[in-house]
Nanobody, 126 residues
Framework: QVQVTEFGGGSVQAGGSLKLSCTSRTLTFRAWPMGWFRQAPGKEREVVSC????????YYENSVKGRFTISRDNAKNTIDLQLASLKPEDTAMYYCATISSMSADFCQLETENGHWGQGTQVTVFA
């Protein structure tokens, strides 16, 4: 069974920062483009950032450009998402996931045979 683990979430004041991380003991990330998506209660899932296997391309959803930074370390099998200048509207559960296709301009989750974990909660208060 594939297991992905996200951690690093928390509660912060608007303007603050958090670093989310993702790892797996069963999935080798270097074989996949990887990304982060988020989902808030009552809202649709939203892909926020993706990175290809060689860290050559990065995608950012418009609302997080300039604030979030995605990175990966294939040797450590980790995917990180640095969140800065956080806003209350960033509040959501954040998930690390495998990606089916991406470029610098779009990113699509691997939904049919994709893998993601239980998520890590980010709460931003005003």
């Amino acid at each position: 069974q594939v297991q992905v683990t996200e951690f690093g979430g928390g509660s912060v004041q608007a303007g603050g920062s958090l670093k989310l991380s993702c790892t797996s003991r069963t999935l080798t990330f270097r074989a996949w483009p990887m990304g982060w998506f988020r989902q808030a209660p009552g809202k649709e899932r939203e892909v926020v950032s993706c990175i290809d296997g060689d860290s050559e391309y990065r995608y950012y959803e418009n609302s997080v450009k300039g604030r979030f930074t995605i990175s990966r370390d294939n040797a450590k099998n980790t995917i990180d998402l640095q969140l800065a200048s956080l806003k209350p509207e960033d509040t959501a559960m954040y998930y690390c996931a495998t990606i089916s296709s991406m470029s610098a301009d779009f990113c699509q989750l691997e939904t049919e045979n994709g893998h993601w974990g239980q998520g890590t909660q980010v709460t931003v208060f005003a």
